[in-house]
């Protein structure tokens, strides 16, 4: 099957849901088991709420001295990774926003205490791309010796998180002061190069156009030809309550849709995950439309504060896969092969 261009895809895009669903599942079959399915128990960790982003469709920061904020004590990050393993669940997920009293030192003494404490046992995302850009620029360090100071403190993951809708026009409408695209991507090329890992994410349902995602899918892809760092692809939808910019949440089935399409323009990456935090059950049936691997949250405050509802019944959780036709199987937080043991 050749590769499919933009245009194509932009074809794609009107094409109807039967016609997606057969492309999105060609890809998948390259790389999975067409009924088999893999899935994670995690928690998103906010360390701290205090963020000077102030990106318009963000409803969980405070700006510095506004009440309200926090930072998290190492005996309350310790309490819920702790919990996390009582659920079952080995991945943290370490989100906070660009808090400008939290230096460097600050994050690598936090990772190397839980890497202390809880060794292999459980794996752990360490900021996201956004937030490494914010404590590289802030620490005066390139982003490859920012990259060796986490590395060194025990990290081996740096998530793709941050990334919402990556095109210039998008950041300039919604997060002026975050960062530019191409600061994003040179920063994660300096995580891959480190030796850690990192993963691709992406938002949809804000105003942004077909073109536009498909900018995001595009340097995506091509970040993953040059790098082969991403392990994974997760989109998730947009929740607009109590945000400045507001709007609505797209329909389940546009969601779908855009899982399915990205599944087929996504041809080098080989998890496609389907988010069960912004979808809930209904975030299942995108197994049906090329992915092949989820997460069960059991916390995220930033999303949870926009209206994302978490659902702690993971077996019930689980059943719906299963009535969907999908054997299930828990996948282990994974350490990546550049760090392992020799």
């Known amino acids: 099957m050749s590769r499919v261009s933009v245009d194509e895809a932009r074809e794609l895009w009107q094409a109807p849901d039967e016609e997606l669903v057969r492309r999105a599942n060609e890809v998948r079959d390259r790389f999975h088991d067409p009924k088999h399915a893999t899935y994670m128990v995690m928690r998103?960790?906010?360390?701290?709420?205090?963020?000077?982003?102030?990106?318009?469709?963000?409803?969980?920061?405070?700006?510095?001295?506004?009440?309200?904020?926090?930072?998290?004590?190492?005996?309350?990050?310790?309490?819920?990774?702790?919990?996390?393993?009582e659920f079952g669940g080995?991945?943290?997920?370490?989100?906070?926003?660009?808090?400008?009293?939290?230096?460097?030192?600050?994050?690598?003494?936090?990772?190397?205490?839980?890497?202390?404490?809880?060794?292999?046992?459980?794996?752990?995302?360490?900021?996201?791309?956004?937030?490494?850009?914010?404590?590289?620029?802030?620490?005066?360090?390139?982003?490859?010796?920012?990259?060796?100071?986490?590395?060194?403190?025990g990290v081996h993951w740096v998530t793709g998180g941050g990334s919402e809708i990556l095109t210039e026009d998008f950041r300039a409408r919604h997060a002026k002061w975050k960062y530019t695209v191409a600061d994003y991507f040179e920063a994660q090329r300096a995580v891959v190069e480190s030796g850690m890992r990192t993963t691709a994410t992406m938002v949809i349902g804000f105003d942004e156009t077909l073109d536009e995602r498909l900018e995001h899918l595009q340097r995506t892809r091509d970040f993953q030809d040059e790098t082969g760092g991403l392990f994974s692809f997760l989109c998730w939808t947009y929740k607009p309550y109590g945000t400045a910019f507001g709007g609505r949440e797209i329909s389940p089935q546009e969601y779908r849709r855009w899982i399915a399409l990205s599944r087929i323009f996504l041809d080098n990456v080989k998890h496609v995950r389907t988010s069960v935090l912004t979808q809930n059950e209904e975030a299942f049936q995108a197994l049906d439309y090329g992915a092949d691997d989820f997460d069960l949250p059991i916390e995220d405050e930033v999303t949870q504060k926009a209206g994302a509802r978490i659902d702690l019944d993971l077996e019930g959780l689980l059943a719906i896969p299963r009535r969907l036709g999908y054997t299930v199987e828990y996948r282990r937080a994974e350490r990546p092969a550049t760090l392992a043991p020799s």
């Open 90 to 153: 080995d991945l943290v997920g370490f989100n906070g926003g660009f808090n400008p009293r939290l230096p460097l030192d600050y994050y690598c003494d936090l990772f190397a205490s839980v890497r202390e404490r809880y060794g292999e046992g459980v794996e752990f995302y360490a900021l996201t791309i956004a937030e490494f850009v914010f404590l590289a620029d802030r620490a005066r360090l390139s982003y490859a010796d920012a990259a060796a100071r986490l590395r060194e403190a």
């Open 44 to 85: 998103i960790i906010n360390y701290t709420n205090v963020c000077v982003a102030q990106c318009d469709y963000c409803a969980f920061y405070v700006l510095p001295n506004q009440q309200g904020g926090y930072v998290l004590s190492r005996d309350e990050v310790f309490a819920k990774i702790d919990e996390l393993v």
